[in-house]
């Protein structure tokens, strides 16, 4: 059973830190490309961070610069590295393995909320 498990999330005042975890079961997530995912009350899921199975990593431009994503292949397990969090970076925190953004390849997790507070 494959199963994604977010966790890390909490309240934080504006210029805080955060550091997501993703732990993923029934996945070889080494193989796949990984994505943190945002969503703010409101609004549509987005991509904010993405690593590929090489170890290369994008990040949408309202992150690039304070956030930073790794993984740790032994552990299954993808982190996210919230620096400088502004209070638009409130939202619940997703993972997946995707392809492009559009196509995934596990049920997605319950997520962890993230919020920023000015």
């Known amino acids: 059973q494959v199963q994604l498990v977010e966790s890390g999330g909490g309240l934080v005042q504006s210029g805080g830190s955060l550091r997501l975890s993703c732990a993923a079961s029934g996945i070889m997530f080494s193989i796949y490309n990984v994505g943190w995912f945002r969503q703010a009350p409101g609004k549509q899921r987005e991509l904010v961070a993405s690593?590929?199975?090489?170890?290369?990593?994008n990040y949408a431009d309202s992150v690039k610069g304070r956030f930073a994503i790794s993984r740790d292949n032994a552990k299954n397990t993808v982190y996210l590295q919230m620096n400088s969090l502004k209070p638009e970076d409130t939202g619940v925190y997703y993972c997946n393995a995707h392809s492009n953004g559009l196509l995934f390849y596990a049920p997605w997790g319950q997520g962890t909320q993230v919020t920023v507070s000015s």
């Open positions: 690593i590929t199975s090489g170890g290369s990593t």
